[in-house]
């Protein structure tokens, strides 16, 4: 058995939940009167019009819910607005430049009036409430500011990574019609300078429901404008735009965000988020599992462009009076002490990261960490893929000096917030383990044939009942939701992680059961890569999968059959991964590519993924092979195995 990491005694004494018996004490209220539990909840948030009810099933057969239905709300508001009050000079947004030289500092009162005039922008491009706005930027403040102004005036936004290439932009602005597009000039990366206008308009070609563009000077380029393009700094300057906007009324169960994210079917899925129920679990979970206080200085490192972004970059920690950094750059750029240095210089309290980025550090030793005083340092929080013990004990010995509890969370893009972690004054840590679930959520480890698992037996971990930050839907496709989340075990939320419990009821998540592959944290999906790399004229059939990769905790595996006549070389495989590079982006291209003369099959043609999975992962445990009609292929593939 692993060893066990009790809370640190002074950290329990500030902390909201101090002890397991007073988590499963609030715990257990949560599950039995789930709606006083939220009504009470709900007064951390400023209403215009509180709920009088939470939860209620609208069609329990077609997974239709609400929360909070009869409450109206603005999510900016909450973000903003109601810190004005009191705390209208706290800064809420520390930015940090690419190469460190930078930094500037917005206060809630400064963001206040940023929000206000670029929403005011967006109405004078004819923005209005429940149109959807594209935003495909770096990380820099105005896509804080502009996530806060669509919030603001009910319009939806809809972040695109900016990561990803032209055909990937392209579906996902064109899927959610939206009305305008926000970008840069480009961004720097590894102290390079990236163009985004080329791909932008590549994206737009044929686009029918973009009306206008604004544009963010970033990077200098000489550009000129187009007909409908805007530079965001002139539009936000200009005389006729007001430094006041009301915030739009929202219902609790108006649309939010659409995010979309990558798995089980090709094409991209919109997981919609409404805002009543979504900001309070982001508000909570941010409160309860990182124990936010007033004057904590916070530090994340994710991409907006994911689901960390935007719940605990933005929503979470701003409706929390949080001060937030937000770092332009990488880990590595321009050395691999940046985070240290931004730690030190900015006294962080609270940060949180990958165990990719723990891993990816860890290659340089302990002696840069030493080089700087990192004692401001109070809590360690990990997302995106599970955390091996090696990446976890360094992690919490040498970043945070053996004081500070790490907080593993575990959650998805659909669930809006964090479903297990540790409350950080109350549990005991087992590296590895996300531990215990969040108030109102009730997970089961079930067995395929909906029997529970034993303590300890890994099998799937399903969700009973809703909560108020999860997903609604698949957007325009709800008949999909049902399929892909509810469809497995009836009545039971299924996430797609495979996972185990042991006997004092703490999980330990094991990893995805689907095609979805978390490339340094990263999703994607597997089925997305299959059907770039085919749409190269030299492929014929491709399956995907992933193997252990030690920095980026998985990778892709690429099994390919090439066209008639086509030889593999060096110079293919180079251009089979540029080519799926430029049709989803970088972080998808396939770290190993191997050529087959046939893939594992069944009779009716489907390919059996779990034996190429379980070769990629150098494991014989290949499953039922009874249907498998071409056994010889295990032999010729496992031959040329990279
Ligand atoms: C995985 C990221 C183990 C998991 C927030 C999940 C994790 C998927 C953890 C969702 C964790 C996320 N431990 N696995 N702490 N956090 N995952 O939508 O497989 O990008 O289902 O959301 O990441 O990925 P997504």
Same mark, same amino acid.
């Given at each position: 058995m692993s060893k066990e990491y009790p809370p640190d005694k002074n950290?329990?004494?500030?902390?909201?939940?101090?002890?397991?018996?007073?988590?499963?004490?609030i715990y257990k209220r949560s599950i039995e009167d789930p709606n006083t539990f939220w009504l009470e909840k709900a007064k951390d948030l400023d209403w215009i019009k509180f709920p009088t009810k939470s939860f209620n099933w609208i069609n329990k057969d077609r997974k239709v819910f609400s929360w909070f239905e009869d409450g109206t709300i603005n999510a900016c508001y909450n973000c903003v607005d109601r810190h004005l009050k009191e705390d209208s000079e706290k800064?809420?947004?520390?930015?940090?430049?690419?190469?460190?030289?930078?930094?500037?500092?917005?206060?809630? &009162?400064?963001?206040?009036?940023?929000?206000? &005039?670029?929403?005011?922008?967006?109405?004078? &491009?004819?923005?209005?409430?429940?149109?959807?706005?594209?935003?495909?930027?770096?990380? @820099?403040?105005?896509?804080?500011?502009?996530?806060?102004?669509?919030? *603001?005036?009910?319009?939806?936004?809809?972040? @695109?990574?900016?990561?990803?290439?032209?055909?990937?932009?392209?579906? *996902?602005?064109?899927?959610?019609?939206?009305?305008l597009l926000i970008t840069s000039d480009g961004s720097y990366r590894n102290g390079k300078v990236i163009n985004f206008i080329e791909d932008i308009n590549l994206a737009l070609e044929g686009n029918p429901t973009i009306e206008s563009k604004i544009i963010i000077r970033r990077v200098n380029l000489d550009l000129q404008l187009k007909e409908n393009e805007y530079f965001w700094d002139q539009e936000i300057n200009s005389e006729n735009i007001s430094k006041d906007c009301d915030c739009e009324t929202m219902k609790a169960e108006d649309p939010l965000f659409i995010l979309f994210n990558s798995g089980t079917v090709e094409k991209p899925k919109?997981?919609?988020?409404?805002?009543?129920?979504?900001?309070?679990?982001?508000n909570q979970t941010f409160k309860y599992n990182f124990d936010?206080?007033?004057?904590?200085?916070?530090?994340?490192?994710?991409?907006?462009?994911?689901?960390?972004?935007?719940?605990?970059? @933005?929503?979470?920690?701003?409706?929390?009076?949080a001060n937030v950094i937000m770092f332009e750059g990488i880990p590595t750029y321009p050395d691999n002490e940046s985070y240290w240095k931004i730690i030190q210089d900015h006294k962080v309290n609270i940060f949180y990261t990958a165990p990719t980025v723990v891993?990816?550090?860890?290659?340089?030793?302990?002696?840069?960490?030493?080089?700087?005083?990192?004692?401001?340092?109070?809590?360690?929080?990990?997302?995106?893929?599970?955390?091996?013990?090696?990446?976890?004990?360094?992690?919490?010995?040498?970043?945070?000096?053996?004081?500070?509890?790490?907080?593993?969370?575990?959650?998805?893009?659909?669930?809006g917030g964090f479903l297990i972690a540790p409350f950080p004054g109350a549990f005991n840590l087992k590296p590895g383990f996300a531990t215990k679930p969040f108030f109102g959520i009730e997970a089961e480890i079930l067995r395929d044939d909906f029997s529970k698992a034993e303590i300890d037996e890994p099998a799937n971990i399903v969700i009973k009942k809703p909560w108020p930050g999860m997903m609604r839907t698949i957007y325009k496709d709800h008949q999909l939701f049902l399929d892909i989340y509810w469809s497995k075990f009836k009545d039971y939320y299924f996430c797609g992680d495979r996972a185990k419990v042991d006997k004092d009821g703490d999980y330990f998540i094991i990893g995805r059961l689907d095609d979805v592959i978390k490339v340094s944290g990263h999703r994607i999906g597997a089925s997305e890569v299959e059907s770039a790399l085919v749409s190269n004229k030299n492929v014929g059939?491709?399956?995907?999968?992933?193997?252990?990769?030690?920095?980026?905790?998985?990778?892709?595996?690429?099994?390919?059959?090439? !066209?008639?006549? @086509?030889?593999?070389?060096?110079?293919?495989?180079?251009?089979? !991964?540029?080519?799926?590079?430029?049709?989803?982006?970088?972080?998808?291209?396939?770290?190993?590519?191997?050529?087959?003369?046939?893939?594992?099959?069944?009779?009716?043609?489907?390919?059996? !993924? !779990?034996?190429?999975r379980a070769i990629a992962y150098d494991s014989e445990d290949y499953g039922d092979l009874s249907t498998l009609v071409n056994p010889e292929t295990i032999e010729q593939i496992k031959l040329k195995k990279l």
């Amino acid at each position: 058995m692993s060893k066990e990491y009790p809370p640190d005694k002074n950290f329990s004494e500030k902390a909201y939940v101090k002890s397991v018996e007073e988590y499963y004490e609030i715990y257990k209220r949560s599950i039995e009167d789930p709606n006083t539990f939220w009504l009470e909840k709900a007064k951390d948030l400023d209403w215009i019009k509180f709920p009088t009810k939470s939860f209620n099933w609208i069609n329990k057969d077609r997974k239709v819910f609400s929360w909070f239905e009869d409450g109206t709300i603005n999510a900016c508001y909450n973000c903003v607005d109601r810190h004005l009050k009191e705390d209208s000079e706290k800064t809420a947004l520390t930015w940090i430049s690419h190469d460190l030289k930078e930094t500037k500092k917005i206060n809630y &009162k400064q963001l206040h009036e940023l929000v206000s &005039k670029f929403s005011n922008v967006l109405k004078s &491009k004819g923005v209005k409430k429940g149109d959807r706005v594209s935003i495909y930027l770096p990380m @820099i403040p105005e896509l804080i500011i502009a996530v806060l102004s669509c919030a *603001r005036i009910g319009a939806v936004h809809s972040v @695109i990574f900016a990561g990803y290439s032209v055909p990937t932009i392209k579906d *996902r602005i064109d899927f959610a019609e939206s009305k305008l597009l926000i970008t840069s000039d480009g961004s720097y990366r590894n102290g390079k300078v990236i163009n985004f206008i080329e791909d932008i308009n590549l994206a737009l070609e044929g686009n029918p429901t973009i009306e206008s563009k604004i544009i963010i000077r970033r990077v200098n380029l000489d550009l000129q404008l187009k007909e409908n393009e805007y530079f965001w700094d002139q539009e936000i300057n200009s005389e006729n735009i007001s430094k006041d906007c009301d915030c739009e009324t929202m219902k609790a169960e108006d649309p939010l965000f659409i995010l979309f994210n990558s798995g089980t079917v090709e094409k991209p899925k919109g997981t919609l988020h409404t805002t009543g129920g979504y900001l309070l679990y982001v508000n909570q979970t941010f409160k309860y599992n990182f124990d936010y206080h007033k004057s904590d200085v916070y530090f994340c490192t994710a991409d907006i462009g994911w689901i960390t972004g935007h719940s605990y970059m @933005i929503y979470g920690p701003l409706s929390n009076l949080a001060n937030v950094i937000m770092f332009e750059g990488i880990p590595t750029y321009p050395d691999n002490e940046s985070y240290w240095k931004i730690i030190q210089d900015h006294k962080v309290n609270i940060f949180y990261t990958a165990p990719t980025v723990v891993r990816s550090l860890m290659r340089f030793g302990k002696e840069p960490l030493k080089k700087y005083n990192l004692e401001s340092l109070k809590l360690l929080g990990s997302v995106g893929e599970p955390i091996n013990p090696e990446a976890w004990f360094w992690y919490y010995e040498n970043v945070g000096n053996g004081k500070c509890p790490i907080v593993d969370t575990w959650w998805q893009t659909e669930s809006g917030g964090f479903l297990i972690a540790p409350f950080p004054g109350a549990f005991n840590l087992k590296p590895g383990f996300a531990t215990k679930p969040f108030f109102g959520i009730e997970a089961e480890i079930l067995r395929d044939d909906f029997s529970k698992a034993e303590i300890d037996e890994p099998a799937n971990i399903v969700i009973k009942k809703p909560w108020p930050g999860m997903m609604r839907t698949i957007y325009k496709d709800h008949q999909l939701f049902l399929d892909i989340y509810w469809s497995k075990f009836k009545d039971y939320y299924f996430c797609g992680d495979r996972a185990k419990v042991d006997k004092d009821g703490d999980y330990f998540i094991i990893g995805r059961l689907d095609d979805v592959i978390k490339v340094s944290g990263h999703r994607i999906g597997a089925s997305e890569v299959e059907s770039a790399l085919v749409s190269n004229k030299n492929v014929g059939e491709a399956a995907v999968v992933p193997f252990l990769h030690k920095i980026k905790g998985q990778a892709m595996y690429a099994f390919i059959i090439l !066209r008639e006549g @086509i030889v593999i070389s060096d110079n293919l495989v180079e251009e089979l !991964r540029e080519h799926v590079s430029k049709e989803i982006g970088p972080i998808a291209k396939p770290d190993k590519i191997q050529v087959v003369k046939a893939l594992p099959k069944t009779s009716s043609g489907k390919i059996i !993924r !779990r034996i190429l999975r379980a070769i990629a992962y150098d494991s014989e445990d290949y499953g039922d092979l009874s249907t498998l009609v071409n056994p010889e292929t295990i032999e010729q593939i496992k031959l040329k195995k990279l």
